[in-house]
């Protein structure tokens, strides 16, 4: 085994990880704050893909030139979507179930959608940076025969790899560090308690949906960078991913799901390299189904909501 | 009990005037209630166990929709007004479940007390100093999770967030609830001196006896609707209301 390849899965682990914690902390804040089960997560982040390769293709420019767009263009879409959809939800027995109907047909409108404006098929965004691959150290006699070897990665992994933590922090010190945030944080602890602060609990609610969609568009954008194509129907693994990595990390536990999205990145990628094809595929899913049977809350969650 | 006499005909800033209430549908749970809450006192609220008294706590606070009747705040019918909007009308609630913030720190359990005002960092500063000054303890604990202190400690964090921002009027849902009676009677100490920091209060209480002490008037409600109402000087002489209280004791203790 080559020391080489386990750098490549440690870097793997990391650009794959990082898309994974935002995916998962996005929806974490919506499920946590709105207890809407989204099923369109992941077709929440193809827009932001699709708008990213518009973009490029439309003007020739990196496709990252679509963030500040995509970020402000899906925070005012998922306010105005809030205010369509959910505030109906609340005539429901059962809220949650009906929410998860709603947004599974909300993601099969989006796929069509999607569908009819740019065609069934899966599209390159061949934006190349220069140069394509940097080479971050050299591994001395990597292959024998004192043939060195260098751990070369794709510049636009990189790249990603750093406005996505970038993302992180931000999204991070604002949960964490600002009022609001904590406010956010405050309802998804204790819902019924944040109107008697005097918070309008539907305008929070619509900020968080507005922040959850703008951060998943986000994380489209960035994709693009990581795997250079894009699928109108990619969205369903997405959203696998992001309720893995609820799971995993706890519901309603933003730092949690970014632990666990880089875990479940690190993880995927090793076993990548470690193990046979077959096997490594399970893996992820074996790591799901253990910490649901021996740890309910999640790795990083407490045994506190509800 | 009260260190002064106080005035039971003042003025009436918040009042139910027979007002019909539903959680869901058409099941009323409030049928024709009445309540006037008048400045600078105590009114207690007190009846067996699923009387109303949470539900008409929360039809202050705009939680419920009213179908008949109106919610009146100084002589202004504020029917449909939202919970979050009642902060700013000078009226704060700790409702009878935990309203705290349990992973956040108790300071920052005050300051989300301090919304409406969160632009003002000057304020909020003098707002939390004064809440230390009244609950030292809070002081100690500020940087603590709000979630790892003792019962007592989180129903003072609770008070203390709803007079952070200096209401005129506090509703308190049966605050000594499940507190050791040592805890309890420093509690109903405070509740009972509000009135003389320009606070009004409206205690809804389990403990018929205790807000009897504590409040100056008192109603007593069933069903959803009024049973009886007067000061609670007067409420030791009502032969047929005592019967009644001890009905529902006896039947509390079963
Ligand atoms: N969230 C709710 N949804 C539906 N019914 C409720 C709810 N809360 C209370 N009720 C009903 O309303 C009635 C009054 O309850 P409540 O106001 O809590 O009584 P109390 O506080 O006097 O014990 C009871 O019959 C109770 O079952
Ligand atoms: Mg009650």
Redesign the interface.
Known sequence: MSSILLYNALIGGLVFGAIYALIGASLNVMMGVLRVVNFAHGEFVLIGSFLAYSVFSLTGLNPLAALPVVAIAMFFGGVAAYYLLIPRLRYSDDAETSSFLLMFGVSLMLVSSITWIYGADIRPVNFSFDPVNIALLTVEDAYGKGRDGKVLVPTARLVALVINLAIIAAMTWFIYRT?PG??L??AI??R??I???????DRLSANAFGLAAALAGVTGVILTLVIPSVDPNGGAPLTLFAFIVIVLGGLGHPIGALLAGMLFGMVEQFSNVLLPQSAAQMVGFVMLVAVVMFKPEGLFGRK?MR | MNATVRRLDGPVPLELKDVYAAYHGDISVLNGLNIKVREGIVTGIIGPNGAGKSTALKTF?G?LKVSRGEVRHNGQRINGT???????RGV????Q????????TVE?NL???C??I?SDKARIQEALERSYEMFPILKDKRHDSA?SMSGGQQRFLELA??LVIDPDIIMLDEPTAMLAPKVSRELYDFISGLPEKGVTVVLVDQNVRQCAAVSDYLYVLDLGANRAEGASADFGDDEGLKAMIQEWLDYQID
């Open positions: 009022l904590k406010a944080r405050g602890m204790n019924d308690a109107q008697v602060v005097g918070i309008d609990i506190v | 606070y939680f939202k919970p979050s909007d009642m902060v700013g704060s609630f700790v409702p479940n935990r309203s705290l913030f349990n992973d956040l920052d300051r989300l007390g919304w409406g969160r979630g967030r709803a």
